[in-house]
């Protein structure tokens, strides 16, 4: 099996809801207070909370590249026509 099979293999099986991901270092491992065995219930729950977490910050960060692009724009626009004033001005 080739190396793009193995990674489509593991994209295909990591991209289904209910698959576990191992959390990467920036996620903080979370300690179980609970003493009696639940089935994984607390852990899905808590694997669906960080998914969540990550996914409202990733949105964030898109929302604020967005607007940080737009405003960009809006500068290049401020100072296109400025400068089109300044060279109408000096002919």
Same mark, same amino acid.
């Given at each position: 099996? $080739? /190396?793009?099979?193995?990674?489509? *293999? /593991?994209?295909? =099986?990591?991209? *289904?809801? !209910?698959? =576990?991901?191992?959390? @990467?270092?920036?996620?903080? $491992?979370?300690?179980? $207070? #609970?003493? !009696? !065995?639940?089935?994984?219930? @607390?852990?899905? %729950? %808590?694997?669906?909370? /960080?998914?969540?977490?990550?996914? =409202?910050?990733? #949105?964030?960060? +898109? @929302? +604020?590249?967005?607007?940080?692009?737009?405003? %960009?724009?809006? !500068? /290049? *626009?401020? +100072?296109? #026509?400025?400068? %089109? +004033?300044? =060279? @109408?001005?000096? *002919?």
């Amino acid at each position: 099996m $080739t /190396l793009t099979a193995v990674r489509l *293999q /593991l994209y295909f =099986i990591l991209d *289904q809801p !209910d698959a =576990i991901m191992v959390p @990467t270092k920036a996620q903080k $491992t979370v300690k179980s $207070t #609970e003493t !009696d !065995d639940d089935g994984g219930i @607390t852990f899905k %729950k %808590k694997q669906d909370d /960080l998914r969540k977490s990550v996914v =409202i910050r990733q #949105e964030k960060a +898109r @929302t +604020r590249i967005r607007k940080n692009r737009s405003n %960009k724009q809006k !500068d /290049l *626009q401020k +100072r296109i #026509e400025s400068l %089109k +004033r300044n =060279i @109408t001005v000096e *002919q």
